[in-house]
């Protein structure tokens, strides 16, 4: 698959098509319903600033949420977010391909389900169906969001993309927003920067099979884990992440959020603790769905909720919120 071009990109077609897709649950807010008053003279207006590259990127609104912990969102105006929808559709099935199978956050047919499938499938190998004792090196990035350098993006971003136009506009959108260090930081709000903070990290992870040559690793977004049957290759390899990650990256390890333990002990990933031959549902979370449960009584928030349980050993718990 060739690189995507910026007249594909920016073409009336995919900003209609874009659209579409942006507007699927959301018509009933005023400020999209605003921008669909004149939805072609708005959508022409925006490709005609983009062809003569006169487009900018306009503030965000910012708002807390609490998921569970606080998390302060940062939302775009529809004629930006409809921007993000037409580069990511295009961009997205580009990297995609590029991307290796240890990563499972934001992508087609991937997510939790998957990483946590992967996770049980690893540990029957490791073990050798349950002989062996397992070690487990499980990390985060400390705020990672906050922390991807607008530099180091570019740089990785010109090194599979050539055309001019479509970088000043990636620089566009990067250049948009800054956490707490100008020049530093993704919004959580922007579709475009699940696929930026994937492209990333794809650094690391191609770092981890080719370098570091793990077998056993999975990463989800900034959460990952790599299993082995020697504590002292685990920390051998600790030492080379930290490494890299600051140097090439400027990430750091969360230092609070480090640990090697065995798989019998019960190993903390992706809201479930687990185990050889089981996985429970982590407390906070459990918590959380219960309360959630309390205040939101729709049938489908349960569906939900019973769908995600039924990953996991929570029979009672499943019980329990369908009462």
């Known amino acids: 698959m060739s690189v995507?071009?910026?007249?594909?990109?920016?073409?009336?077609?995919?900003?209609?098509?874009?659209w579409k897709e942006f507007v699927v649950g959301k018509k009933s807010r005023k400020d999209v319903q605003v921008f669909q008053q004149h939805l072609m003279e708005n959508i022409i207006s925006l490709h005609t600033d983009l062809v003569e590259k006169r487009y900018k990127h306009s503030d965000y609104e910012a708002f807390n949420i609490s998921d569970p912990k606080p998390r302060n969102i940062h939302k775009a105006s529809v004629r930006d977010r409809l921007l993000h929808h037409a580069l990511y559709r295009v961009l997205y099935p580009y990297f995609d391909k590029r991307f290796t199978s240890d990563s499972y956050s934001c992508r087609l047919d991937r997510g939790t389900h998957k990483a946590l499938e992967t996770f049980q499938k690893f540990s029957y190998k490791v073990s050798k169906n349950r002989t062996k004792q397992i070690w487990i090196l499980k990390c985060d990035v400390r705020k990672?969001?906050?922390?991807i350098d607008h530099a180091v993006l570019m740089k990785i971003l010109t090194g599979y993309i050539t055309g001019r136009n479509t970088l000043w506009l990636l620089s566009e959108i990067v250049s948009s927003f800054s956490s707490t260090r100008k020049n530093f930081g993704l919004p959580l709000g922007n579709l475009t920067s699940q696929l930026l903070v994937n492209i990333y990290m794809n650094e690391f992870d191609q770092y981890m099979k080719h370098r570091i040559k793990a077998k056993y690793y999975i990463r989800y977004a900034d959460d990952?884990?790599?299993?082995?049957?020697?504590?002292?290759?685990?920390e051998s390899?600790?030492?080379?992440?930290?490494?890299?990650l600051l140097t090439r990256l400027k990430l750091q390890l969360h230092p609070d959020k480090i640990f090697i333990r065995t798989?019998?002990?019960?190993?903390?990933?992706?809201?479930?603790?687990?185990?050889?031959?089981?996985?429970?549902?982590?407390?906070?979370t459990k918590r959380r769905m219960l309360r959630s449960v309390k205040d939101e009584s729709r049938i489908e928030v349960v569906q939900s909720y019973r769908g995600l349980l039924s990953h996991g050993n929570a029979r009672k718990l499943i019980n329990k919120i369908s009462k």
């Not at 990672?144 to 922390?147: E, G, H, N, P, V």
């Not at 185990?275 to 407390?283: C, S, Y």
């Open 263 to 284: 798989l019998a002990s019960g190993v903390d990933f992706l809201g479930w603790v687990n185990f050889h031959d089981h996985k429970v549902l982590r407390t906070i």
């Open 224 to 234: 990952f884990v790599i299993l082995s049957h020697d504590k002292k290759e685990l």
């Open 144 to 147: 990672f969001f906050a922390s």
């Open 4 to 18: 995507p071009t910026f007249e594909e990109i920016i073409s009336l077609e995919n900003l209609l098509l874009a």
């Open 237 to 244: 390899i600790l030492l080379q992440i930290g490494d890299f």
